[in-house]
């Protein structure tokens, strides 16, 4: 089985709706909370990439836009996945691999 390494980390899904659903519509974070029925300062933390899309984030996301939930999950999903194969932690330099043992 071949790995795809992609290259390029992928967009976060809170840049997505800033910069093709609120920017766009001309519509403020606020005004969007209230849309969605979420916080103000929940909806900003998202837009501004500083929390993921949850699963919660995603279904409304997705009654607000018409869209499903599997866009903005698989949006949140390929990022994770990008971070964590693009990541130097040293604390997975000491995990080995599982074998059969012999009994």
């Given at each position: 089985m071949t790995k795809r390494?992609?290259?390029?980390?992928?967009?976060h899904p809170g840049q997505m709706v800033?910069?093709?659903?609120?920017?766009?519509?001309?519509?403020?974070?606020?005004?969007?909370?209230?849309?969605?029925?979420?916080?103000?300062?929940h909806l900003s933390a998202f837009v501004n990439e500083r929390i993921p899309c949850s699963k919660d984030m995603a279904k409304r996301l997705a009654i607000?836009?018409?869209t499903s939930v599997d866009v903005w999950l698989g949006m949140q999903n390929a990022l994770d996945v990008w971070e964590m194969e693009n990541s130097n932690d040293d604390i997975y330099q000491s995990v080995g691999k599982l074998v059969a043992v012999n009994s």
């Open positions: 390494i992609r290259k390029r980390k992928p967009v800033k910069l093709d659903v609120l920017e766009p519509l001309n519509l403020s974070v606020t005004e969007a909370a209230k849309v969605m029925n979420v916080s103000r300062k607000a836009l018409g």
